[in-house]
């Protein structure tokens, strides 16, 4: 297979998935698909590299991450006219719900949840991904699985007029 194909069948296969798991960690749908796009190009820029390793969807969730995690800490808001449309992803009710109750729950509990549950990494894996030892994950997602919960039933109470 040509190294085009191969790229264009990883992005065919895992660009949604990907823009769901950045959407989860950084609760902005239109933003992840954003970040997971410029990850995608960085990819392609290096894809002589990226392509010989074990997990190239792996090192393009991490940039995409990285991403995000830049555009916070320094700070810049995109500032549109009002009259500029903006494209807004839509996520079916129930994803949003979920990515609404993640980020309620701390930083890290919400990550190892994310790549754990939702890309389906090990704990080892997720372990290696956030550079934190086994424990510590298996602990945030403990933790964060209980969070996680408690939040769902308080928002599935709200809208079943229960509180």
């Keep these: ?9 990883l992005y065919r296969t895992s660009r949604d998935r990907l ?19 410029e990850a ?14 074990d997990d190239p969807e792996g090192w393009i969730r991490r940039v995409a991450y990285r991403l995000a995690v830049g555009r916070w800490r320094r700070g810049r808001k ?28 701390p930083s890290m509990e919400r990550r190892a949840i994310v790549l754990h549950h939702v890309c389906g990494l090990s704990v080892e894996e997720t372990a290696a991904e956030l550079s934190a030892p086994s424990g510590t994950v298996k602990s945030w997602l403990s933790r964060g699985r209980a969070r996680l919960a408690t939040e769902l039933d308080d928002t599935e109470e709200v809208g079943h007029g229960k509180r």
């Design 19 to 37: 823009v769901v798991q950045i959407a989860a960690i950084t609760g902005d749908p239109s933003e992840a698909r954003d970040f997971v796009q």
């Design 78 to 105: 995109l500032l549109l006219r009002a009259d500029v449309h903006q494209e807004r992803v839509e996520m079916p009710g129930e994803q949003a719900g979920v990515i609404e109750a993640l980020q309620r729950l």
């Design 40 to 53: 995608f190009i960085r990819a392609w820029t290096k894809w002589d590299q990226i392509s010989t390793y």
């Design 1 to 9: 297979m040509q190294a085009e194909d191969e790229f264009d069948e």
